[in-house]
Structures are given as structure tokens and as C-alpha cells.
């Protein structure tokens, strides 16, 4: 019962929600007996690709071939499905992402397999293969047992982080047989988001609302963030107010985030807000009104004025990183 799993990078460096997937699939396939193989699209250097072995990842499949270096769900799950079949691979795992979204049905339905999305641990193999995955927006969880010979599952961000090792992983160039069909929705354009630490790979995420009073003092927020090496984001009402570009808009209709540790600084905790939140390790919330709804959701509280406390925390933050 070997593991897969799909590897994203950015840039050539490999991004940390990968390196928590296979050291989830390193984990699982040790407990198996079996060997844990990747597959990647992008042009990594072979340096960066072998440093998968460090988490149980015995060999990369690497796609040269120049159609696939875009990001693009059709051609990528029929090369992972072709892969599948000749290496006879039995579980399927991709990294919580919008692009591995897209695959996870498409994979399964050329393989028949069963699905489980937002797995947060490793399966329960007493009985079968039993995954514990997070619904309801992470507001409640649900055991899913999956009896399918081929099992494609994706990881919650932050959900699993693995031993790492000395090991190094074997590659391998592997050029899957080119599908004309899979080739016909064209990208016209990439726009990427910008800044230090892209938001949804960020361990520590700094958020702000209206409570900021201001694009112009933003840079209060900016300066904790830069202290504690923090992803940034924001509320809605503040991205539809253009104080703040529009893919740092954290929530439920915008990006949903799982950092260690959530800051939400004069943020009032609208429903919609806690449910791109609420899969967070820990949540502060720093508010002057005491009856905040997001009081209710944080592990921790502080009540009152974020531009007293924040600079404080600030300097604290850089005290002890440094």
C-alpha cells in the first residue's frame, strides 16, 4: 500500500505545507511497511527535491516537460492518475491548497477512488482506515472510514509535522503521456500575492480590522508582524475598503488560514471571520470593546487599546526573537 504524495513549490523552494503533507505520508507508509513516493511539476533544483527524504519520502517523480509548469488541475491529475496505475499506488495525499482542490475529484474519479479532504491526523489502521477530517468550517470533526482500493486524501495546513531525518530522497524524471484534452483551459495570466511570508503558509498570521481606524496606521500592525515574522492579513470590511489589498482578506469568503498562532487585532469576530480562522492552534484577540465576539473564540484575550498594546508587544516580540 505505497503512499503519493504532490508536491507544490514556489519558486523553486518547496513550500512548508508540502513539507507537512509528506512527513504525513513518510509517517504513513512507515506505519505500513510500505515505501512513500512524490511527484512534482516544478523545476526544483535537485538539492531542494532530495531534502524530501529527510521526511520519509524515498524517491521524487520530477515532470520536465514544459507544458506542465503551470499549475493547472486537469493535466496535473492525469499525470498523477497515470502514475498511480504504473506504480501501482494505493493512497493518493495532497497538501490543503486551492489547486489541489481542484485535482482531488478529478484524481479520484479516474481511479474510483474514495476522497477525504482536511484530514488532520493519521489514520486509524485498527480497523480499516479510518481518518479524522475537519467539517462544519472546523467547527466539528468526522470520522471517515474509507474502504475503496485507492484512497486520495488532503491535509489540513498545520495538521501533521513530521520527524525529520538525515535521509535523502532518489530522483527520478518521469514525462507522463500528454492528454490534448487536458490542455484546452489556457492561463492567460498569474497575478500573485506579494509580501515577506506568503499568508497561507504562515506559522504565525498578524490580522487587523476597522478597529485600525485607518490604512495610515497600519503600519502599527506591520511592525508586530515584521517583529514576530508573521504572515498579514484582514478582515472583509477592510479589503472592500481598499485599506488593504484584497488577497490578505482572511474569512470565509476569502482565504482560510491555519497558522500556530492567530492574532486578530481590533477585529470584532464576525461569523464569517471566525470560519477562515477557527482551525487555528491559537487565537488572540486584542479589542477595547469587552464584548467582542471574538473574545468568546480566542484562547486569549487582551481588552484594551490596540495602539497602547500593540507596540508593546512589539518590542517584546523583537526582545525575544533576538
Known amino acids: 500500500m505505497s503512499v503519493l504524495i504532490y508536491i507544490e513549490t514556489e519558486e523553486g523552494i518547496i513550500k512548508k505545507s508540502s513539507f507537512d503533507a509528506a512527513g504525513y505520508a513518510g509517517e504513513l507508509a512507515r506505519l505500513q511497511g510500505t515505501s512513500a513516493f512524490a511527484i512534482v511539476f516544478e523545476n526544483a533544483a535537485i538539492e531542494v527535491l532530495t531534502k524530501l527524504g529527510n521526511y520519509g519520502i524515498q524517491k521524487v ?6 507544458k506542465y509548469t503551470q499549475e493547472a488541475a486537469m493535466p496535473y491529475s492525469s499525470a498523477i492518475a497515470e502514475l498511480v496505475q504504473r506504480e501501482n499506488i494505493e493512497i493518493i495525499a495532497l497538501p490543503k491548497s486551492s489547486n489541489a482542490d481542484a485535482m482531488v475529484s478529478r484524481i479520484a474519479t479516474k481511479l474510483k477512488a474514495g476522497v477525504a479532504t482536511n484530514v488532520l491526523e493519521l489514520p486509524n489502521l485498527s480497523n480499516g482506515f479510518v481518518v479524522k477530517r475537519a467539517i462544519y ?31 535523502k530522497a532518489t530522483i527520478e524524471s518521469y514525462t507522463p503521456t500528454l492528454q490534448e484534452n487536458d490542455f484546452k483551459v489556457e492561463s492567460k495570466e498569474i497575478q500573485k500575492a506579494s509580501g515577506d511570508i506568503l ?14 481606524k485607518g490604512p495610515e496606521h497600519w503600519d502599527v500592525l506591520l511592525n508586530l508582524a515584521k517583529a514576530m515574522r508573521a504572515g498579514t492579513g484582514c478582515s472583509k470590511p477592510v479589503s472592500d475598503m481598499d485599506w488593504r489589498p484584497h488577497h490578505e482578506h482572511v474569512g470565509q469568503t476569502g482565504v482560510k488560514v491555519s497558522p500556530n498562532l492567530y492574532i ?10 471566525l470560519a477562515g ?46
Open 264 to 273: 486578530a487585532i481590533g477585529i470584532s469576530g464576525a461569523i464569517q471571520h
Open 199 to 212: 499568508l497561507t503558509e504562515a506559522d504565525i498570521v498578524v490580522s487587523g480590522g476597522r478597529g485600525m
Open 137 to 167: 468550517t472546523g467547527k466539528a470533526f468526522a470520522h471517515l472510514q474509507l474502504t475503496s482500493a485507492i484512497k486520495v486524501i488532503t491535509i489540513s495546513k498545520n495538521a501533521y509535522s513530521g520527524a525529520v531525518t538525515s535521509e
Open 277 to 322: 480562522v477557527n482551525s487555528s492552534k491559537i487565537i488572540v484577540a486584542i479589542n477595547k470593546d469587552p464584548e467582542a465576539p471574538f473574545f468568546k473564540a480566542a484562547d486569549y484575550g487582551i481588552c484594551g487599546d490596540l495602539f497602547e498594546i500593540v507596540p508593546k508587544l512589539t518590542e517584546a516580540a523583537k526582545n525575544y526573537i533576538n
Open 61 to 66: 517523480f520530477q515532470v520536465t516537460d514544459t
